[in-house]
């Protein structure tokens, strides 16, 4: 079975960002609602539960068509946000100084206007969905924007870091503002996390 992986810092610790109630809720009822669900979409397929998330989305041609789409959306529910736990941190913000600084640099010119890019991606995205920061196939990075729970790993894409822009992410919060959740949440990344998710797909 599927288990909530824990959470990597207190629900307080990106205050005032992301304040500890929306943590909370996130974390408890969404971030957990996806996992129960993943679980209980598999129950007559127990064979699913040894494989894990990254293959469940890599693999929607070996899901049986009857759970198919269910086990997309919560096996994406739980991995997008276990992912998203990790891109962030206390103390976090400021700006790569690294590999991944030199490959934002190749591809956006510069930070600042990868940051617009990122930011007016995830202001720019219709209804419930996620902002990442991608590698291609070919090796570029790339911006893309995903719908609902859809995670790019299974259009091929590998994930070096990612923003969920749902509404249950920040309107407790910035009720309607999305804008300003997407401006402060640079002040909470975990640049050090996504500097060695890079390192992994490029070395
Ligand atoms: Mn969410």
Same mark, same amino acid.
């Given at each position: 079975m599927f288990k909530l992986q824990p &959470? #990597?810092?207190?629900?307080?610790?990106?205050?005032?960002?992301?304040s500890a109630q929306v943590m909370k809720i996130h974390y408890e009822k969404h971030h957990q609602a996806y996992v129960d669900k993943l679980n209980k979409a598999l129950e007559n397929h127990p064979?699913?539960?040894?494989?894990s998330l990254e293959w469940l989305l890599a693999s929607p041609?070996? &899901? #049986?068509k009857d759970i198919r789409t269910t086990v997309m959306r919560m096996a994406g529910g739980d991995f997008n946000h276990t992912f998203f736990w990790n891109v962030m941190k206390k103390d976090g913000g400021g700006e790569p100084n690294d590999s991944l600084a030199v490959g934002i640099k190749k591809y956006f010119g510069d930070f600042d206007t990868f940051k617009e890019q990122f930011s007016a991606a995830a202001n720019g995205l219709f209804g419930s969905g996620w902002v990442w920061l991608v590698v291609t196939k070919q090796g570029d990075l790339e911006i893309v924007q995903s719908a609902?729970?859809?995670?790019?790993l299974t259009d091929g894409l590998q994930l070096i870091l990612c923003l969920d822009v749902w509404e249950h992410a920040y309107y407790l919060q910035y009720e309607y503002r999305r804008a300003e959740y997407v401006e402060k949440w640079w002040n909470v990344v975990n640049w050090q996390q996504a500097e060695e998710n890079y390192r992994t797909i490029v070395e």
């Amino acid at each position: 079975m599927f288990k909530l992986q824990p &959470l #990597p810092y207190a629900f307080d610790a990106l205050e005032p960002y992301v304040s500890a109630q929306v943590m909370k809720i996130h974390y408890e009822k969404h971030h957990q609602a996806y996992v129960d669900k993943l679980n209980k979409a598999l129950e007559n397929h127990p064979e699913f539960y040894k494989q894990s998330l990254e293959w469940l989305l890599a693999s929607p041609d070996q &899901l #049986p068509k009857d759970i198919r789409t269910t086990v997309m959306r919560m096996a994406g529910g739980d991995f997008n946000h276990t992912f998203f736990w990790n891109v962030m941190k206390k103390d976090g913000g400021g700006e790569p100084n690294d590999s991944l600084a030199v490959g934002i640099k190749k591809y956006f010119g510069d930070f600042d206007t990868f940051k617009e890019q990122f930011s007016a991606a995830a202001n720019g995205l219709f209804g419930s969905g996620w902002v990442w920061l991608v590698v291609t196939k070919q090796g570029d990075l790339e911006i893309v924007q995903s719908a609902n729970q859809d995670c790019p790993l299974t259009d091929g894409l590998q994930l070096i870091l990612c923003l969920d822009v749902w509404e249950h992410a920040y309107y407790l919060q910035y009720e309607y503002r999305r804008a300003e959740y997407v401006e402060k949440w640079w002040n909470v990344v975990n640049w050090q996390q996504a500097e060695e998710n890079y390192r992994t797909i490029v070395e």
